[in-house]
């Protein structure tokens, strides 16, 4: 199984600021995905990021509020732009191994004041 | 449409088996999936069905797929007090791209 790491774990964050959420991957994977779990909430996927081309974006979310790059087949950040108490959330780094495998993160705590 | 749904909470004794339902809406599901994930963690994948079949055993943990009545099941035998987390229910369908959705998840607490 594909092991992941991001960072910052947490980190508490001023309204009207950006963070840029890192996730690092043990081997090269073609998908990457990012979600958001809000408190008590399931999973909302935020975009898709594939290695080479533009993230493509779920219903809901867009590029100027979640830029996201995703540089080679082991690495991906997600930036939370303009932050508001709203986004506080976990956010979540997946990525899909083989066709039925699909791996997550630790999560990035966010709280935004 | 696209819609996982499961219990919000399910109690059981320690040494109990464990039961956790899901339904799902979508009958082009290809892979259905059980994850688990503990206070302050991220999530981990248990284990997952291809959609042709009707049942898998892994250690402690079965799985039980009724595909006609879109109903998915978790099964933990001897459920000890480690168990104790959320469980999300989630489906994959290939003809949008693996995409996941995710259900709202159980919460199950091991009483001791």
């Known amino acids: 199984s594909a092991v992941i790491s991001q960072k910052p774990s947490r980190d508490i964050c001023q309204r009207g600021t950006s963070l840029t959420i890192q996730c690092q991957v043990d081997s090269q994977v073609t998908m990457m995905f990012w979600y958001r779990q809000q408190p008590g909430q399931s999973l909302t996927l935020i975009a898709t990021a594939n290695q080479g081309s533009e993230a493509t974006y779920e219903s809901g979310f867009v590029i100027d509020k979640f830029p996201i790059s995703r540089p080679n087949l082991t690495f991906s950040t997600l930036t939370v732009s303009n932050m508001s108490p709203e986004d506080s959330s976990i956010y979540l780094c997946?990525?899909?191994?083989?066709?039925?495998?699909?791996?997550f993160g630790p999560g990035t705590r966010l709280t935004v004041t | 449409g696209e819609d996982v749904e499961q219990s919000l909470f399910l109690s059981v004794r320690e040494g109990d088996s464990s039961v956790i339902n899901c339904t799902y809406t979508d009958s082009s599901s290809t892979y259905l999936y059980w994850y688990k994930q503990e206070p302050g963690a991220g999530l981990q994948l248990l284990t997952y069905?291809?959609?042709?079949?009707d049942m898998k055993q892994d250690q402690r943990l079965t799985v039980l797929l009724n595909k006609k009545d879109k109903h998915l099941s978790l099964r933990i035998a001897d459920t000890q007090t480690g168990d104790s987390a959320i469980y999300f229910c989630a489906e994959s369908m290939d003809r949008k791209g693996f995409k996941t959705i995710f259900g709202a998840g159980t919460r199950l607490f091991v009483k001791a």
């Open positions: 069905i291809f959609s042709n079949m």
């Open positions: 997946s990525v899909r191994q083989g066709p039925y495998e699909q791996y």
